[in-house]
C-alpha cells in the first residue's frame, strides 16, 4: 500500500471547507489527476453517495467508483475502487481561526492481485501528486463556484 500526508492551511471557515469538499466531484478543481468525477444518481451529498471518477495517473486512465463512507464534522471518508486498486482519502479538518483550517489529507492507493508489484515504483509519483494537491487545493476552495 502506498499512503501520502499533507496538511494544508485554506483560508476558510472549518464548516465551509467540509462543505466544499464533501462534494467528490469537486475533486476536477483540486485534484491534477481527476479528469472527471460525476455524483451517481440524485439527492443531496450524504454519507453513502457515489461518484463515478476518472482518474489520470502516470499517463494512464482509470475509472473508480467512489463513495462518502463517513461524513463527521471534522472528517469526511472516501474510498473508491475497481478492479486494480482500492483508493482511500481521509480528510480531517481543524479549526485554526474563525477563518482557517488546517486540512489534514491523508490518500492511500491498495492495489489488488498483479498490480500490487508495481507498488514500490509508484510511490514517487504519488508524493508528487499529493504535492500538487496541496498546493491547488486551497486556491480552488477559496474560489470555488456555488
Known amino acids: 500500500m502506498i499512503t ?5 492551511l485554506v483560508g476558510l471557515p472549518l464548516n465551509d471547507l467540509v462543505s466544499y469538499l464533501e462534494d467528490f466531484s469537486r475533486t476536477e ?3 491534477p489527476g481527476t479528469v472527471r468525477c460525476v455524483q451517481v444518481g440524485e439527492g443531496p451529498v450524504q454519507q453513502g453517495t457515489v461518484w463515478q471518477n ?3 495517473f502516470r499517463g494512464r ?8 463512507a463517513s461524513r463527521e464534522p471534522a472528517r469526511l471518508l472516501f474510498i473508491g475502487e475497481n478492479k486494480t486498486v482500492t483508493a482511500t482519502d481521509d480528510l480531517t ?3 485554526r481561526s474563525a477563518t482557517t483550517t488546517l486540512l489534514t489529507y491523508t490518500a492511500s492507493l491498495r492495489f489488488k492481485g498483479v498490480a ?6 509508484l ?3 504519488f508524493e508528487r501528486l499529493a504535492d500538487e494537491v496541496a498546493a491547488r487545493l486551497p ?3 477559496t474560489t470555488r463556484r456555488d
Open 29 to 31: 478543481e483540486w485534484d
Open 139 to 141: 486556491s480552488a476552495a
Open 61 to 68: 486512465t482509470s475509472d473508480l467508483r467512489y463513495r462518502l
Open 4 to 8: 501520502v500526508q499533507r496538511d494544508i
Open 123 to 125: 510511490r514517487p509519483a
Open 93 to 95: 479538518f481543524q479549526a
Open 116 to 121: 500490487r508489484v508495481a507498488t514500490p515504483f
Open 54 to 56: 476518472t482518474s489520470r
